[in-house]
């Protein structure tokens, strides 16, 4: 069965362009998650969503960054006015549900590099 | 979610099990502890988790204390494939499994 799927893989932009990132989760999954990855460190938490609202967007760095996920599959992460900073790896995950004991199931990312 | 300690990077000899220690020494009573790896250029991968019995998969072994201070991940015979940054996570139960990731082990398996 096909995992979660990320497009693009590699997005190259110039700073102060705007970027859009997809997450496609594994079919029937009701959760959703981004997270940032930095070049050696950890994967940073940046929002979840549970169906079609966001349950958690804490980890936003700031007001240019949102994300969507209006039918309760697909999710897109927006960045606008983008900046060097902004550079990582964004990484998508889903699980069947929220709470009890289950698992996320990450996809490959996607490398944002902006210059 | 508790604070977890593990070391920056370990090796192992391939064939040979590896150990992979973590300090959670703040963990509460209703926080399970998750191990993900994450292979180079790819997504962390779920291994195996547990709450306070020692719990066993294809994957892996996790050995947790009597306390809940601290766990072990025991891969029993380590291959090449398995060199990987390792990442211990506590997590509370039914807290939209967000995960917390910290700086986790880089584990290099040699031939």
């Known amino acids: 069965g096909a995992g979660v799927s990320q497009t693009p893989s590699n997005k190259v932009t110039e700073k102060g362009k705007y970027v859009e990132l997809r997450c496609d989760p594994i079919s029937g999954h009701t959760a959703l998650y981004w997270y940032r990855q930095s070049l050696g460190q950890g994967p940073e938490f940046l929002i979840y969503?549970?169906?079609?609202?966001?349950?958690?967007d804490s980890g936003l760095p700031n007001d240019r960054f949102f994300a969507v996920r209006p039918e309760g599959s697909v999710s897109t992460l927006k960045i606008q006015r983008t900046e060097r900073g902004d550079s990582a790896v964004y990484l998508c995950?889903?699980?069947?549900?929220?709470?009890?004991?289950?698992?996320?199931?990450f996809g490959e990312g996607s490398r944002l590099t902006v210059l | 979610d508790a604070k977890t300690t593990q070391p920056p990077s370990m090796d192992c000899a391939e064939g040979r099990a590896a150990n992979l220690p973590c300090n959670h020494s703040t963990i509460s009573g209703n926080e399970y502890v998750y191990w993900y790896r994450q292979i180079h250029s790819q997504g962390p991968q779920y291994i195996i988790h547990g709450l306070k019995n020692n719990e066993t998969n294809e994957m892996a072994s996790l050995i947790i204390t009597e306390d809940r201070k601290s766990s072990t991940l025991i891969l029993p015979h380590a291959t090449l494939r398995d060199t990987a940054v390792y990442y211990c996570?506590?997590?509370?139960?039914?807290?939209?499994?967000?995960?917390?990731f910290g700086g986790g082990t880089r584990l290099m398996v040699k031939p």
């Open positions: 995950a889903s699980s069947p549900r929220t709470g009890g004991t289950g698992e996320l199931f």
């Open positions: 996570i506590v997590r509370v139960a039914n807290a939209g499994n967000m995960l917390t």
């Open positions: 969503f549970q169906g079609t609202g966001a349950a958690d």
